[in-house]
Nanobody, 119 residues
């Protein structure tokens, strides 16, 4: 099983930037897709950005042009560079991975990291 550990959350002022990291660890696996989700208080979890092992990316409309997802395949790490942050970006951010172990596809979630945008 793959374990995911996020880091980089915190408190940032409106207009500021923050970089989230997620490290995947385990044995005998290969990443297919890694994603960042977020869940604000009282709201459903939503997909923020996704990246395939081949580097294809996808973003929610609300973060296009402000957030950038990237992946270090060698280190099994995914990053979310967030810019021009506003209070509506306040949420717990979760890392998610779809990965192969042998020929079977599995999914794994991180524990989440809090991002708070406030003055």
């Amino acid at each position: 099983q793959v374990q995911l550990v996020e880091s980089g959350g915190g408190l940032v002022q409106p207009g500021g930037s923050l970089r989230l990291s997620c490290a995947a660890s385990g044995s005998a696996f290969s990443i297919n897709v890694m994603k960042w989700y977020r869940q604000a208080a009282g709201k459903e979890r939503e997909l923020v950005a996704a990246i395939t092992s081949g580097g294809r990316t996808n973003y929610a409309d609300s973060v296009k042009g402000r957030f950038t997802i990237s992946m270090d395949n060698a280190k099994n790490k995914v990053y979310l560079q967030m810019g021009s942050l506003n209070p509506e970006d306040t949420a717990v951010y979760y890392c998610n991975a779809d990965y192969y172990s042998g020929v079977l596809l599995y999914g794994s979630w991180g524990q989440g990291t809090q991002v708070t945008v406030s003055s």
